[in-house]
């Protein structure tokens, strides 16, 4: 069993930097794979980013590729997911993700966190 509690976000102008943090409990964090999606008011949540379980391998959406950049410490037994050059598009609610399948893509797992809020202004 995993809990994932995220924190970091908040409100920015357009062209500032949010770091993400997501906390996991859970003595196998190491073994999973973790990803970031985001859910904007009225769209399907999409996914974001993603990390393999060592970090040796990483995927990003498009949109978000050369601004966002996901790590891990599994020592914290924390994610993170460090945004450059936000844009009023990036505002969502983030959600931290673990257990998924890591291969070519990122295809979720069954444990969430609660979501952190990141709106950014123009």
């Known amino acids: 069993q995993v809990q994932l509690v995220e924190s970091g976000g908040g409100l920015v102008q357009a062209g500032g930097s949010l770091r993400l943090s997501c906390a996991a409990t859970?003595?196998?964090?190491?073994?999973?794979?973790m990803g970031w999606f985001r859910q904007a008011p009225g769209k399907e949540r999409e996914f974001v980013a993603a990390?393999?379980?060592?970090?040796?391998?990483?995927r990003y959406a498009d949109s978000v590729k050369g601004r966002f950049t996901i790590s891990r410490d599994n020592a914290k037994n924390t994610v993170y997911m460090q945004m450059n050059s936000l844009k009023p598009e990036d505002t969502a609610v983030y959600y931290c993700?673990?257990?998924?399948?890591?291969?070519?893509?990122?295809?979720?797992?069954?444990?969430w966190g609660q979501g952190t809020q990141v709106t950014v202004s123009s």
């Open positions: 859970g003595r196998t964090f190491s073994n999973y794979a």
């Open positions: 990390i393999s379980w060592s970090g040796g391998s990483t």
């Open positions: 993700n673990a257990g998924g399948r890591f291969s070519g893509s990122y295809y979720p797992g069954s444990y």
